[in-house]
Protein backbone atom coordinates (compact mmCIF):
# COMPACT_ATOMS: atom_id res chain seq x y z
CA UNK A 1 0.00 0.00 0.00
CA UNK A 2 1.01 3.22 -0.89
CA UNK A 3 1.44 5.73 2.15
CA UNK A 4 -0.61 8.41 -0.02
CA UNK A 5 -2.89 7.54 -2.66
CA UNK A 6 -4.54 10.46 -4.85
CA UNK A 7 -6.77 9.95 -7.28
CA UNK A 8 -5.12 11.16 -11.16
CA UNK A 9 -8.40 12.41 -12.73
CA UNK A 10 -8.94 13.80 -15.15
CA UNK A 11 -10.97 15.58 -13.74
CA UNK A 12 -13.89 18.16 -15.70
CA UNK A 13 -16.09 20.84 -14.47
CA UNK A 14 -17.82 23.74 -16.18
CA UNK A 15 -17.13 27.31 -14.74
CA UNK A 16 -18.52 28.08 -10.99
CA UNK A 17 -19.06 24.79 -9.93
CA UNK A 18 -17.31 23.40 -6.81
CA UNK A 19 -14.62 21.06 -6.81
CA UNK A 20 -13.69 18.75 -4.44
CA UNK A 21 -10.19 16.74 -4.38
CA UNK A 22 -9.19 14.31 -1.98
CA UNK A 23 -6.19 12.00 -0.50
CA UNK A 24 -6.04 9.47 1.68
CA UNK A 25 -2.69 8.36 3.28
CA UNK A 26 -1.92 5.76 5.93
CA UNK A 27 1.23 7.15 7.96
CA UNK A 28 0.05 8.07 11.49
CA UNK A 29 3.13 10.29 11.62
CA UNK A 30 2.48 12.93 9.27
CA UNK A 31 1.51 15.91 11.22
CA UNK A 32 1.27 18.63 8.33
CA UNK A 33 -1.08 18.51 5.66
CA UNK A 34 -0.48 20.55 2.50
CA UNK A 35 -2.03 21.10 -1.13
CA UNK A 36 0.21 22.31 -4.00
CA UNK A 37 -1.13 23.86 -7.46
CA UNK A 38 0.89 22.99 -10.54
CA UNK A 39 0.43 24.32 -14.01
CA UNK A 40 1.74 23.17 -16.56
CA UNK A 41 5.19 22.85 -17.20
CA UNK A 42 5.98 25.22 -13.97
CA UNK A 43 7.13 24.08 -10.30
CA UNK A 44 4.24 23.59 -8.08
CA UNK A 45 3.15 26.65 -5.84
CA UNK A 46 2.08 26.03 -1.76
CA UNK A 47 -1.99 26.86 -1.73
CA UNK A 48 -2.49 26.06 1.50
CA UNK A 49 -1.22 24.20 4.89
CA UNK A 50 -2.70 22.97 7.80
CA UNK A 51 -1.55 20.57 10.90
CA UNK A 52 -5.10 20.14 12.31
CA UNK A 53 -8.15 18.32 11.87
CA UNK A 54 -10.87 20.36 10.63
CA UNK A 55 -11.39 23.05 7.94
CA UNK A 56 -9.08 26.10 7.01
CA UNK A 57 -10.20 28.68 4.21
CA UNK A 58 -8.36 30.94 1.99
CA UNK A 59 -10.75 32.81 0.10
CA UNK A 60 -12.43 29.66 -2.77
CA UNK A 61 -9.91 27.40 -1.18
CA UNK A 62 -11.05 25.10 1.82
CA UNK A 63 -8.78 22.56 3.12
CA UNK A 64 -10.25 20.05 5.14
CA UNK A 65 -8.51 17.52 7.36
CA UNK A 66 -9.64 14.07 9.31
CA UNK A 67 -6.90 12.28 11.12
CA UNK A 68 -9.55 9.95 12.34
CA UNK A 69 -9.86 9.19 8.55
CA UNK A 70 -6.48 9.76 7.37
CA UNK A 71 -8.19 11.74 4.61
CA UNK A 72 -7.79 15.38 3.45
CA UNK A 73 -9.77 17.11 0.75
CA UNK A 74 -9.62 20.14 -0.63
CA UNK A 75 -12.67 22.33 -1.88
CA UNK A 76 -12.54 25.06 -4.67
CA UNK A 77 -15.77 27.34 -4.94
CA UNK A 78 -17.17 29.39 -8.43
CA UNK A 79 -14.38 27.44 -10.03
CA UNK A 80 -12.31 29.49 -12.73
CA UNK A 81 -11.10 28.26 -15.87
CA UNK A 82 -7.87 29.59 -14.17
CA UNK A 83 -8.09 27.30 -11.62
CA UNK A 84 -7.17 24.47 -14.55
CA UNK A 85 -3.70 22.75 -13.16
CA UNK A 86 -2.83 19.47 -11.52
CA UNK A 87 -2.90 19.47 -7.57
CA UNK A 88 -1.12 17.92 -5.75
CA UNK A 89 -1.51 16.59 -2.01
CA UNK A 90 1.86 16.67 0.30
CA UNK A 91 2.20 15.56 3.82
CA UNK A 92 4.92 15.99 6.43
CA UNK A 93 6.40 14.36 9.73
CA UNK A 94 8.37 16.21 12.25
CA UNK A 95 11.21 16.47 9.59
CA UNK A 96 11.12 18.50 6.88
CA UNK A 97 11.15 16.08 3.69
CA UNK A 98 7.78 16.42 1.91
CA UNK A 99 5.83 13.24 0.60
CA UNK A 100 3.38 13.90 -2.44
CA UNK A 101 0.52 12.15 -4.09
CA UNK A 102 0.26 11.74 -7.64
CA UNK A 103 -1.77 14.88 -8.46
CA UNK A 104 -5.02 15.02 -9.79
CA UNK A 105 -5.44 16.87 -13.38
CA UNK A 106 -8.11 19.57 -13.08
CA UNK A 107 -9.71 21.53 -16.10
CA UNK A 108 -12.58 24.17 -15.95
CA UNK A 109 -14.16 24.67 -18.82
CA UNK A 110 -16.18 28.40 -19.55
CA UNK B 1 8.96 31.00 -8.47
CA UNK B 2 9.95 32.29 -4.70
CA UNK B 3 13.71 33.72 -6.02
CA UNK B 4 14.63 30.11 -7.19
CA UNK B 5 16.54 29.07 -10.59
CA UNK B 6 17.75 26.52 -11.93
CA UNK B 7 20.19 25.56 -14.82
CA UNK B 8 19.97 23.88 -17.59
CA UNK B 9 15.88 23.97 -17.81
CA UNK B 10 16.24 21.32 -20.52
CA UNK B 11 19.42 18.65 -20.87
CA UNK B 12 19.44 15.85 -23.29
CA UNK B 13 22.30 13.67 -22.70
CA UNK B 14 23.48 10.39 -23.80
CA UNK B 15 23.89 6.97 -21.17
CA UNK B 16 26.78 7.09 -19.01
CA UNK B 17 27.90 10.72 -19.34
CA UNK B 18 27.98 12.52 -15.85
CA UNK B 19 25.54 15.44 -15.06
CA UNK B 20 25.27 17.99 -13.17
CA UNK B 21 21.80 20.44 -12.16
CA UNK B 22 21.91 23.48 -10.49
CA UNK B 23 19.66 25.14 -7.64
CA UNK B 24 20.48 28.91 -7.37
CA UNK B 25 18.34 30.95 -4.39
CA UNK B 26 18.34 34.46 -3.27
CA UNK B 27 15.96 34.13 -0.10
CA UNK B 28 19.20 32.56 1.87
CA UNK B 29 16.82 29.72 2.99
CA UNK B 30 19.08 27.29 5.15
CA UNK B 31 16.75 24.15 3.82
CA UNK B 32 16.76 22.90 -0.26
CA UNK B 33 15.85 20.00 -1.71
CA UNK B 34 16.11 17.65 -5.05
CA UNK B 35 13.06 16.18 -6.27
CA UNK B 36 12.03 14.83 -9.37
CA UNK B 37 8.99 14.09 -10.84
CA UNK B 38 7.44 10.93 -12.92
CA UNK B 39 4.27 10.01 -13.92
CA UNK B 40 2.22 7.59 -11.76
CA UNK B 41 4.85 8.63 -9.02
CA UNK B 42 4.66 12.16 -8.13
CA UNK B 43 6.92 14.07 -6.50
CA UNK B 44 9.82 12.27 -4.73
CA UNK B 45 12.28 13.39 -2.59
CA UNK B 46 16.15 12.40 -4.06
CA UNK B 47 18.51 14.46 -1.37
CA UNK B 48 18.09 17.35 0.78
CA UNK B 49 20.44 19.73 2.88
CA UNK B 50 20.46 21.22 5.54
CA UNK B 51 23.33 23.75 5.85
CA UNK B 52 26.45 24.27 3.59
CA UNK B 53 28.32 20.89 3.49
CA UNK B 54 24.84 19.42 5.22
CA UNK B 55 23.56 17.10 3.13
CA UNK B 56 21.29 14.00 3.32
CA UNK B 57 19.43 11.05 1.58
CA UNK B 58 16.35 11.02 0.57
CA UNK B 59 13.79 8.18 -0.51
CA UNK B 60 15.57 8.06 -4.57
CA UNK B 61 19.09 8.53 -3.36
CA UNK B 62 20.35 5.96 -5.32
CA UNK B 63 22.88 7.29 -8.57
CA UNK B 64 22.97 10.58 -7.34
CA UNK B 65 25.27 12.90 -5.73
CA UNK B 66 24.91 16.61 -4.53
CA UNK B 67 27.18 19.04 -2.54
CA UNK B 68 26.08 22.55 -1.19
CA UNK B 69 29.54 24.49 -1.31
CA UNK B 70 27.81 28.41 -0.50
CA UNK B 71 24.09 28.96 0.90
CA UNK B 72 22.69 29.99 -2.52
CA UNK B 73 23.59 26.79 -4.31
CA UNK B 74 23.37 23.30 -4.22
CA UNK B 75 24.44 20.78 -6.88
CA UNK B 76 22.92 17.65 -8.29
CA UNK B 77 24.90 15.41 -9.93
CA UNK B 78 24.46 12.10 -11.78
CA UNK B 79 27.69 10.46 -12.20
CA UNK B 80 26.62 7.84 -14.99
CA UNK B 81 23.46 9.22 -16.43
CA UNK B 82 21.12 5.90 -16.91
CA UNK B 83 17.52 5.91 -19.17
CA UNK B 84 15.75 5.84 -15.79
CA UNK B 85 17.00 9.00 -14.43
CA UNK B 86 15.01 10.51 -17.35
CA UNK B 87 12.69 13.25 -15.54
CA UNK B 88 11.83 16.57 -14.77
CA UNK B 89 14.26 17.70 -11.83
CA UNK B 90 12.97 20.28 -9.01
CA UNK B 91 14.93 22.34 -6.50
CA UNK B 92 12.83 23.76 -3.51
CA UNK B 93 13.91 25.25 -0.77
CA UNK B 94 12.69 26.22 3.03
CA UNK B 95 13.48 28.20 6.13
CA UNK B 96 14.33 26.20 9.15
CA UNK B 97 10.61 25.65 10.25
CA UNK B 98 10.17 23.14 6.73
CA UNK B 99 6.62 24.89 7.19
CA UNK B 100 6.75 26.41 3.55
CA UNK B 101 8.63 24.77 0.82
CA UNK B 102 8.83 26.47 -2.56
CA UNK B 103 9.56 24.84 -5.65
CA UNK B 104 11.79 25.91 -8.94
CA UNK B 105 10.86 26.17 -12.31
CA UNK B 106 12.38 22.75 -12.59
CA UNK B 107 14.77 20.68 -15.04
CA UNK B 108 13.80 18.64 -18.03
CA UNK B 109 16.34 15.82 -18.38
CA UNK B 110 16.18 13.14 -21.10
CA UNK B 111 19.02 10.40 -20.95
CA UNK B 112 19.26 8.71 -24.37
Known amino acids: QKEVEQDPGPLSVPEGAIVSLNCTYS??????FMWYRQYSRKGPELLMY????GNKEDGRFTAQVDKSSKYISLFIRDSQPSDSATYLCAFRTGANNLFFGTGTRLTVIP | DAGITQSPRHKVTETGTPVTLRCHQTENHRYMYWYRQDPGHGLRLIHYSYGVKDTDKGEVSDGYSVSRSKTEDFLLTLESATSSQTSVYFC???????????FGPGTRLTVT
Open chain 2, 92 to 102: AISDASGYEQY
Open chain 1, 27 to 32: NSAFQY
Open chain 1, 50 to 53: TYSS
